[in-house]
């Protein structure tokens, strides 16, 4: 059975940083794309950043371009989110998923093309002004 576990969301002022990593199990496959998500109160879930397995592609939101940084450790099974310079209105509850496939293009799945196949149980990030 897959899991996704994220964790190092907290609290921090604007400006600031933090890193979000999600710690994958249970999934085999050597072709997928995995990803960030977030989800702000009263607005759709939506693509922050992905990555596809070989980390030879990634792809950023707008909103997020040059502040964040998407990066994976295969041989842990890990996939992290380095968040710097921080804005109140990055504010969400973030999401881990992945997509397996022959071949993943990251630009479908982060613009919600594609769904992913499997999704972690979040990690909330609050940023105050």
């Known amino acids: 059975q897959v899991q996704l576990v994220e964790s190092g969301g907290g609290s921090v002022q604007a400006g600031g940083s933090l890193r979000l990593s999600c710690a994958a199990s249970g999934y085999t496959s050597s072709t997928y794309c995995m990803g960030w998500f977030r989800q702000a109160p009263g607005k759709e879930r939506e693509g922050v950043a992905v990555?596809?397995?070989?980390?030879?592609?990634?792809v950023y939101a707008d909103s997020v371009k040059g502040r964040f940084t998407i990066s994976q450790d295969n041989a842990k099974n890990t996939l992290f989110l380095q968040m710097n310079s921080l804005k109140p209105e990055d504010t969400a509850m973030y999401y881990c998923a992945v997509k397996s496939a022959a071949y993943c293009t990251p630009y479908l799945l982060l613009a919600g093309y594609t769904r992913p196949d499997y999704w972690g149980q979040g990690t909330q990030v609050t940023v105050s002004s």
């Open positions: 990555i596809d397995a070989g980390s030879i592609s990634t």
